[in-house]
């Protein structure tokens, strides 16, 4: 196959790889990357970073998908041309439930559609939901590595400050459509947000993919509107990685012993 136009990857760079780590952040790829044997970097286009690298001779990509629905699906879409067919989100992100601490981790399981890209893919009737054998990984890595995980939903938006409910804006102004939004949300038991699962999530089930999502949590915004201290911040995106890491070893070998199911679950 010719190669994958914004990627600029190819199935001979790929090396049959069926598993990509799919951080937001380009400079996230790296870090991520040094937790797999033999890394390097393969390309780097606009937004999208790759590495390849192998989990116990098995190769597992890394690639960075910007911010955002659009982004991801372009990134996903040309992956899947290539062989890839699961796909880990490691995020940061911003709880909205009291009882999530900073540094836990958010392992979502489905996602509020409040972004734009999924409805390319389907209608919004149609579930934004995680895989669940990339969903049990993730719960039984984070089980595995005793980090403090939540399972549950999402929600995505395609903004940051006014599909989010923030007032910390340049105008500090959010229409009146989203006005009391953010309560409503956490009345609904949704855990946090951030800006792509739905798109992932919905993509992957409407497409034959296999999808997950496990972010850590840099803000709580019932305490705080604010990123915390950078140590925090740091402590979070590495129980995300090492979690997002470990899931992609399960899975691989899961995947060899035609396996499905969680063997443990999670701590909350």
């Known amino acids: 196959m010719s190669i994958a136009h914004h990627l600029q990857l190819d199935t001979d760079l790929i090396r049959g790889a069926k598993v990509a780590l799919l951080p937001g952040d380009p400079f996230r ?5 040094k937790h797999l044997d033999d890394a390097s970097e393969l390309a780097h286009v606009r937004e999208f970073m790759s590495y390849l690298g192998t989990i116990e001779g098995d190769p597992v990509l890394v690639v960075s998908t910007g911010c955002g629905g659009p982004s991801v699906s372009i990134c996903v ?29 958010v392992i979502s399981n489905a996602a509020v559609r409040l972004d734009g890209a999924s409805k390319s893919f389907a209608p919004i009737e149609y579930p934004a939901v995680s895989h669940i054998n990339v969903t049990c990984a993730l719960m039984d890595a984070a089980h595995n590595l005793d980090i403090r995980a939540h399972v549950g939903i999402t929600a995505s938006t395609d903004t940051f400050y006014q599909g989010q409910e923030r007032y910390d804006s340049f105008k500090g102004y959010v229409p009146k459509h989203l006005v009391g939004s953010l309560t409503e949300w956490q009345q609904l ?22 999808s997950g999502a496990v972010c850590g949590v840099v803000a709580n915004r019932t305490r705080s509107e604010k990123v915390t201290s950078k140590e925090l911040f740091l402590k979070g995106e590495q129980n995300a ?6 899931a992609a070893r399960l899975l691989l ?6 396996k499905v199911g969680c063997a443990v679950g999670s701590k909350t």
């Not at 790829?29 to 990357?33: K, R």
């Not at 070998?253 to 035609?258: P, Q, S, V, Y």
């Open 77 to 105: 879409e040309e992956l899947a041309q290539i062989g890839v067919d699961t796909f880990i989100r490691v995020g940061s992100t911003g709880a909205i439930q009291e009882f999530i601490d900073v540094s836990d981790v």
């Open 29 to 33: 790829v790296p870090n991520i990357a």
């Open 241 to 246: 990685i090492v979690t997002a890491v470990q």
């Open 189 to 210: 038991n949704v855990l946090n947000y951030e800006m792509e699962a739905a798109t992932l999530f919905t993509m992957c089930s409407a497409l034959g993919l296999k």
């Open 253 to 258: 070998a899961r995947r060899a012993d035609r």
